[in-house]
């Protein structure tokens, strides 16, 4: 930064990014992941969320009980198979029966059986959803060109107006019939 930028006034969330120390991953450096991670890792990513199992789904079922007394159920990504979430549960009885609450919850990552994992490098910077989203994006229209896309997608278009407007024709054609009968 030069000089004279450190007098210029910063936005809201330029001050709350340098507050946090929190740097955002370069292309490059997202490009690259996307490059080693399967899609299903891809998927989760772009989501910005695992799919875990309801209760209704997996039932409740817990695997240990925690130094505090706490129930521990784990849960895996049905989509990546990469991320656990840990949830803590404590049972109380009360008037008669047993109520369990989640007391609290985390994500645990683990390494794939080829040695893939979830996170990036560290050191890289965060990657968010819509960065892997564009980098998917550019590599499956890698090698296309922008005047090539811009003339199949005006196709596309006229394709769905020329396919609304005759489903509108023969929807006025069939009424007009039913009211002549």
Known sequence: MADGDADLPKSIQG????ETGIVRASDEDVDLYVDRVSDEVLACRERGRHLF???RQAGIHFTEVDDE???V???TCTCCLLAVKVERWEGVRQRGRTRFHR???NLEYRTGPD?????AE???GRMTPRQIGDS???KALAGQTLSALRKAAKEAAKEAAKEAGGAAGRKRAARTTAEAG
Not at 15 to 18: I, T, V
């Open 115 to 119: 040695g893939q994992t979830y996170l």
């Open 53 to 55: 199992p309801t209760i």
């Open 122 to 124: 560290t050191g890289r």
């Open 73 to 75: 159920r784990r849960l």
């Open 69 to 71: 007394g706490l129930f």
């Open 136 to 138: 998917v994006a550019s």
């Open 15 to 18: 001050e709350q990014l340098e």
């Open 103 to 105: 007391v609290a919850s």
